[in-house]
T-cell receptor, first 116, second 113 residues
Framework: AQTVTQSQPEMSVQEAETVTLSCTYD???????LFWYKQPPSRQMILVIR??????QNATENRFSVNFQKAAKSFSLKISDSQLGDTAMYFC?????????????FGKGTLLTVNP | DVKVTQSSRYLVKRTGEKVFLECVQDMDHENMFWYRQDPGLGLRLIYF???????EKGDIPEGYSVSREKKERFSLILESASTNQTSMYLC????????????FGDGTRLSIL
């Protein structure tokens, strides 16, 4: 079974600075997907970024980028120029594609606070 | 604006009651999901549906059932509510070609007394 570990339960960063959230996973699969989701306080969870394991290039979405290291089974999220609206719980997730297996395995989350 | 709507934001029920949590999406998505979110445990999949009347068990289906009679609606049923089912429940949806949840509802915070 796959496991996803987020070793930082809480983090904080000053507005406009850069912060990196860590995520490691354990799998014997070669082909899979990785995701970062954001859940702001009392608001809907949204998908931030997605990475396919077969792609060597790290995914980027505006101020959000990942550092995907397949051999190390590491998938960290970097947030550049942090904004107050980035304050949220961030979840890393793993999915093995194929068939009817739509099960995501989520990490326990990292609570990020952006301070003014 | 796309929406996944959960019928209740907060719900309080008693042990042994049959509880219905409703979720409706307006995006014509084929896939719908029910997750449970607990502090320190992240999100865990309860059930998944990829079409009307189709369902698959997730990681923690015990004590729950689901119903998908129409494409836009996915109901989670607690057959006989117990205190250990007190939790935040999240509904989500996605297109058939997109396996991961794309849009989430606001969540229902359910308390079983």
């Amino acid at each position: 079974a796959q496991t996803v570990t987020q070793s930082q339960p809480e983090m904080s960063v000053q507005e406009a600075e850069t912060v990196t959230l860590s995520c490691t996973y354990d799998t014997s699969e070669n082909n899979y997907y990785l995701f970062w989701y954001k859940q702001p306080p009392s608001r809907q969870m949204i998908l931030v970024i997605r990475q396919e394991a077969y792609k060597q290039q790290n995914a980027t979405e505006n101020r959000f980028s990942v550092n995907f290291q397949k051999a190390a089974k590491s998938f960290s999220l970097k947030i550049s120029d942090s904004q107050l609206g980035d304050t949220a719980m961030y979840f890393c997730a793993f999915m093995k594609p194929g068939g009817s297996n739509y099960k995501l395995t989520f990490g326990k989350g990292t609570l990020l606070t952006v301070n003014p | 604006d796309v929406k996944v709507t959960q019928s209740s934001r907060y719900l309080v029920k008693r042990t042994g009651e049959k509880v219905f949590l409703e979720c409706v999406q307006d995006m014509d998505h084929e896939n719908m999901f029910w997750y449970r979110q607990d502090p320190g445990l992240g999100l865990r999949l309860i059930y998944f549906s990829y079409d009307v009347k189709m369902k698959e068990k997730g990681d923690i289906p015990e004590g729950y059932s689901v119903s998908r009679e129409k494409k836009e609606r996915f109901s989670l049923i607690l057959e006989s509510a117990s205190t250990n089912q007190t939790s935040m429940y999240l509904c989500a949806s996605s297109f058939v070609g997109v396996a991961q949840p794309q849009h989430f509802g606001d969540g229902t915070r359910l308390s079983i007394l």
